[in-house]
């Protein structure tokens, strides 16, 4: 992350200079990297991204479906998460029909 950069006037710039300028002194930069960032593990967000994206779409309240994953990998001695992943996957296809 960018750290905000002090100016003369007394502003901040908090992108590196040529990234946001005016129209006359714009510069293009090519780049053919991207970045897709997806919070696994819960360390970067308040709540487990999955409660954000995934569960509402399966219809699942977060605090049941994290409670019943624990109770399981602590049953079976599992890794907490594949366990999630496994549950989703079997949320996922009971609402299709599946097994």
Do not use: H
Not at 39 to 68: A, N
Request: proline fraction near 7%.
């Amino acid at each position: 992350m960018l750290e905000p950069r002090g100016r003369r006037d007394g502003g901040i710039r908090p992108f590196p200079k040529g990234i946001l300028m005016g129209k006359k002194q714009r510069r293009s930069f090519k780049q053919n990297t991207l970045a897709i960032v997806y919070d696994f593990d819960g360390t970067l967000c308040p709540k487990p991204m999955q409660e954000y994206t995934v569960l509402p779409k399966l219809g699942i309240d977060g605090k049941t479906f994290w409670r019943e994953v624990e109770e399981e990998w602590r049953r079976e001695k599992a890794d907490p998460m594949l366990t999630y992943m496994r549950l989703m996957l079997k949320e996922q296809c009971s609402l299709e029909g599946g097994a």
